[in-house]
């Protein structure tokens, strides 16, 4: 027999690819399977008693221990308090939604937001993360670079939706997030947050496509003047994604 044979028909190199083989396939699996530690299992159209978890099955339920000192554990059967506001547009199986209110603020469709922990995202060493640059003397708008604050937010109607008054950085990664917007609302004006990736910034003013000028509005505000929870992100990051569906009733139809 030759070299690393173990018999005349197998060898050390077989072996060896053997075991690679199968722990290849129980990687596979892990994953598959730690891929449904959130979402899952997935509720059912024909009952609420069908538990719908596909293969593999759900992993077992996992504690994690928070860098605040709180423990998360997942999966769970934890289901989310939002209200359907949509109803299907046919009486078969996995028929589409149509939005019954605002979609834009009703969490439907690319509107849709997660149930994230109502509490600002905080710095390596516990600082707010994402303020204003008037709460963050160490930033500012780098020389060369336009300057929103003054400018005017437009929609994608063209009409002006609001002036900004403030830019938010996020200090760990050390970059704008939001523009502050003063809004005309009943009764005098409001604050609301722009996610500047919605924006086109030039010398002339801020475009905005996603929404029309009188819908900036009723962007869902924040309970703190210089803070953003990650729920309240949420739910101002579906508003404005909401939008590039829900905005107008023309872009809900097909193109052709």
Request: hydrophobic share 40%; net charge negative.
């Amino acid at each position: 027999m030759g070299t690393g044979a173990i018999t005349g028909y197998i060898d050390v190199a077989q072996i060896a690819l053997y075991v690679f083989w199968v722990f290849f396939a129980g990687l596979i699996y892990y994953l598959l399977q730690e891929n449904k530690r959130e979402g899952y299992p997935l509720e059912s159209e024909r009952s609420g008693h069908v538990r719908v978890q596909g293969w593999p099955p759900i992993p077992a339920p996992k504690t994690y221990l928070l860098r605040d000192g709180s423990t998360r554990t997942v999966p769970n059967d934890i289901k989310s308090k939002q209200p359907l506001a949509a109803v299907p547009t046919g009486n078969w199986l996995g028929a589409p939604l149509m939005p019954t209110g605002n979609p834009m603020l009703d969490g439907v469709g690319p509107g849709a937001w997660a149930d994230r922990p109502d509490v600002a995202d905080v710095t390596l060493e516990g600082a707010i993360k994402i303020v204003p640059l008037r709460a963050a003397p160490d930033f500012d708008v780098a020389s060369g670079d336009p300057d929103p604050r003054g400018l005017t937010v437009y929609g994608a109607d063209g009409i002006a939706g609001g002036t900004i008054v403030d830019v938010w950085v996020d200090r760990s990664e050390m970059l704008f997030r939001y523009l502050e917007l003063d809004v005309a609302a009943q009764g005098g004006t409001r604050r609301v947050l722009l996610p500047i990736n919605f924006t086109r910034i030039s010398n002339a003013g801020v475009r905005v496509q996603s929404i029309l000028g009188d819908q900036f509005a009723l962007v869902p505000g924040t309970a703190k003047p210089e803070q953003v929870t990650l729920l309240e992100e949420e739910k101002i990051m579906a508003y404005y994604g909401g939008g590039v569906l829900y905005a107008t009733a023309a872009r809900q139809e097909p193109l052709l």
